[in-house]
């Protein structure tokens, strides 16, 4: 979004100015780095940076985070111009407040300055890496959790010039940090992946395993390095123009990095950390031994429902979350989702709900002042169908339990792959899987049981234990079918 001439721009410069409810806790400049950031997006801004500067406010700490965009040089430019500042606006129904954070000590770009990248990585005033950079840049089978690198991440492991893939700067930060006995590090993924602290280790364990590293630096990485699990939750769509024009009213100047986000918010952290961290629970994040039981809650008690709105309401022609919460009948249908699939599929937390956890998801998606749009929530389906959805049908069915409302979301899937809604409008497959999804389905001759069995011979999707259990097969079959022959809304209605 281009700046008007002569309108004021956020930064040092305007903060006296500010709304005084509206200044950041934290003065950019002020705070050393002890943190660096992989993957500057929106959640980040609204989530851990929001966290980690009311963790400074509270217990102060040289944990300044260093942003580091792995590809777009649009935000770092934007970030920079502003001074490292930004805001986040709290949008519920009955109105929002705009505050302006000052925990980036600075921001960086990997694809331009990799080697830089991997200095700092290396700094041993560096004692923790987290990352946001979505399931995909992982490059992990979501089956079987092994790595599955594409030529630019097995280029990186070879060693052919500089690194341009996350797991590719990880373990050439690593090499350098081990080489310079830098000290110890935690590197904590903030991504939606199940057990998400052990599946970044095996990429860097696999990945310098591929790269040859000495036994020296694996030794090392054995011996200084953690991998702390994690969930993460707090609803940020896409900025919009709305998002700007609400921030400049309340600010009183442009702010061209503005996100919004939900009011609720929740990080839940396994307290693993050799080089220390910022006092986070100050901040109101749970600290625990096992994170994991909160990942599934969330997994598949929020996105779970989040994939099933966004695929049904897509399908329907609803084009936010809360506005596809409106077909009659889908509200009804997740509640059964959760109390007789989600919540008999696994052990929540001690003291949890599940059913009451889904009540107050559903709540949350409702906030019409969110509005998170379901083709951006439909996004890379193949990366998180299986922690969202297939999980949860695995485990049913290893318990002897039926999985018929999971089997619809698949469904929903599935039809929103072949491409039409309900109106016969056209949609976007945007996934890394989209040749292989669309080769599939161009073998499937048009019937639901083709599509089927066509998508369920994805084996880097579906697993084993699922695509050949005949019942989940002819549960998605069927609701494939009502949806192909009705639609969402009458598929919905006939569902009870």
């Not at 309108?7 to 409810?21: C, F, H, Q, T, V």
């Not at 590809?71 to 302006?100: H, M, P, Y």
Request: charged share 20%; with cysteine; glycine share 12%.
């Amino acid at each position: 979004m281009a700046v008007t001439v002569g309108s004021s721009r956020l930064g040092l410069a305007a903060l006296r100015r500010l709304p005084e409810a509206s200044r950041p806790l934290l003065r950019p400049g002020t705070v050393p780095a002890g943190i660096v950031h992989l993957g500057l997006g929106a959640f980040h801004r609204a989530h851990q940076a929001v966290y980690t500067e009311a963790a400074i406010g509270a217990a102060g700490g040289d944990w300044g985070i260093v942003g580091v965009a792995p590809r777009s040089t649009e935000l770092v430019g934007t970030l920079a111009a502003q001074d490292n500042l930004f805001s986040v606006t709290t949008r519920a129904a009955t109105g929002g407040s705009t505050r302006v954070i000052g925990s980036l000590a600075g921001v960086r770009h990997a694809a331009s300055d990799p080697a830089g990248i991997v200095a700092l990585l290396a700094d041993p005033a560096i004692r923790v890496v987290t990352l946001t950079v979505t399931e995909k840049a992982y490059q992990l089978d979501p089956v079987t959790g092994r790595l599955r690198p594409d030529p630019a991440l097995a280029a990186d492991l070879a060693g052919d010039g500089p690194p341009g893939t996350v797991p590719g700067l990880l373990v050439r930060g690593l090499a350098a940090r081990a080489a310079a006995d830098a000290g110890p590090i935690a590197l904590v993924s903030c991504d939606n992946l199940p057990s998400n602290g052990v599946r970044l280790r095996g990429v860097v364990e696999q990945a310098l395993a591929r790269s040859g590293a000495a036994e020296r630096v694996l030794g090392w990485v054995a011996a200084n390095v953690t991998f702390p699990g994690t969930m993460v939750d707090r609803i940020v769509p896409a900025s919009t123009a709305d998002t700007f024009a609400v921030a400049r009213h309340a600010l009183g100047f442009a702010d061209l990095a503005a996100v919004d986000a939900e009011p609720y918010t929740q990080w839940v952290i396994e307290d693993a950390f050799p080089g220390g961290r910022p006092a986070w629970d100050r901040a109101g994040a749970v600290l625990t031994d096992d994170a994991g039981p909160w990942e599934r809650l969330k997994l598949r008690g929020l996105n779970g429902l989040h994939s099933a709105t966004a695929y049904l309401g897509a399908l329907a022609g609803r084009e936010t979350v809360a506005d596809a919460l409106g077909i009659p009948g889908l509200t009804g249908v997740l509640r059964r989702l959760v109390a007789e699939e989600v919540a008999v599929s696994f052990a929540p937390p001690a003291g949890v709900s599940v059913v009451e956890y889904g009540d107050e998801v559903l709540g949350r998606f409702a906030n019409p002042a969110i509005r998170h749009r379901t083709l951006q929530v439909a996004l890379d389906g193949s990366q998180k169908l299986p922690q969202r959805i297939l999980h949860t049908i695995a485990d049913l069915r290893a318990a002897g339990r039926p999985a018929r409302w999971s089997a619809l979301v698949v469904a929903a899937w599935a039809r929103f792959a072949c491409g039409h809604a309900d109106d016969g409008g056209a949609l976007p497959l945007v996934d890394p899987l989209a040749d292989r999804i669309r080769g599939a389905l161009a073998t499937a001759g048009g019937t639901p049981a083709g599509v089927v069995d066509a998508l369920f011979g994805l084996r880097e999707v579906f697993p084993a234990v699922v695509a050949d259990d005949d019942e989940v097969r002819a549960d998605v079959t069927d609701w494939l079918a009502a949806l192909h022959r009705h639609g969402v809304a009458a598929t919905l209605a006939g569902a009870a």
